[in-house]
Antibody
Framework: EVQLVQSGAEVRKPGESLKISCKAS????????IGWVRQVPGKGLEWMGN????????RYSPSFQGQVTISADTSTRTAYLHWSSLKASDTALYFC???????????????WGQGTLVTVSS | SYELTQPPSVSVSPGQTARITCSGD??????AYWYQQKSGQAPVLLIY???KRPPGIPERFSGSSSGTRATLTLSGAQVEDEADYYC???????????FGGGTKLAVL
């Protein structure tokens, strides 16, 4: 059974760094893209970017390029989303999700994590 | 950047048919995908490759696509289908995935 288990809720101050995680199980971690999706409270879903753990190929939405870093550790089967300097506007629910195809152009998401709430407030 | 356009809200009476549209310039050549999100929960894949249903998705959900518009059809809406629905697709260059703005479905 495919499972994506995300780390717990976080509260940080503006300017602080943060890395949240998504631990995968039940499938070949290196063979499928994992992506991150943002949902600001009361708003819609936004694709942030995907990583292919097999070769660390990473693609970002232009809206998030340079704002976050996506990485993956194949030894622990875990994907990460990292901020070096948080802003209040980063307050949101963040989902990780697995794609079902090794080709980026076909990499829609079929399984999702439960979400991690990140609150950034002074 | 690429955009997918959905109506903000759709209303339907129980047992009736609801249609949610998604417009995007690349849809004639790219598949559309549909997700259902109930309040506070992770999205669930309803439709992939324009019209295919994953295992476990009720048959009352169907998808189609023609030209620059993809459509999610809910036949025989139930109160439990109240949720937000999002279309998802990739731009014509194959570099950027995008969600539509979402449609809130009310069954009343």
């Amino acid at each position: 059974e495919v499972q994506l288990v995300q780390s717990g809720a976080e509260v940080r101050k503006p300017g602080e760094s943060l890395k949240i995680s998504c631990k995968a199980s039940g499938y070949s971690f290196t063979s499928f893209w994992i992506g991150w999706v943002r949902q600001v409270p009361g708003k819609g879903l936004e694709w942030m970017g995907n990583i292919y753990p097999g070769d660390s190929d990473t693609r970002y939405s232009p809206s998030f390029q340079g704002q976050v870093t996506i990485s993956a550790d194949t030894s622990t089967r875990t994907a990460y989303l990292h901020w070096s300097s948080l802003k209040a506007s980063d307050t949101a629910l963040y989902f990780c999700a697995r794609s079902q195809d090794p080709a980026f152009v076909d990499s829609y998401f079929d399984y999702w994590g439960q979400g991690t709430l990140v609150t950034v407030s002074s | 950047s690429y955009e997918l356009t959905q109506p903000p809200s759709v209303s339907v009476s129980p047992g009736q048919t609801a249609r949610i549209t998604c417009s995007g310039d690349a849809l004639p050549k790219k598949f559309a995908y549909w997700y259902q999100q109930k309040s506070g929960q992770a999205p669930v894949l309803l439709i992939y490759d324009d019209s295919k249903r994953p295992p476990g998705i009720p048959e009352r959900f169907s998808g189609s696509s023609s030209g620059t518009r993809a459509t999610l059809t809910l036949s025989g809406a139930q109160v439990e289908d109240e949720a937000d629905y999002y279309c998802y697709s990739i731009d014509s260059s194959g570099k950027q995935w995008v969600f539509g703005g979402g449609t809130k479905l009310a069954v009343l």
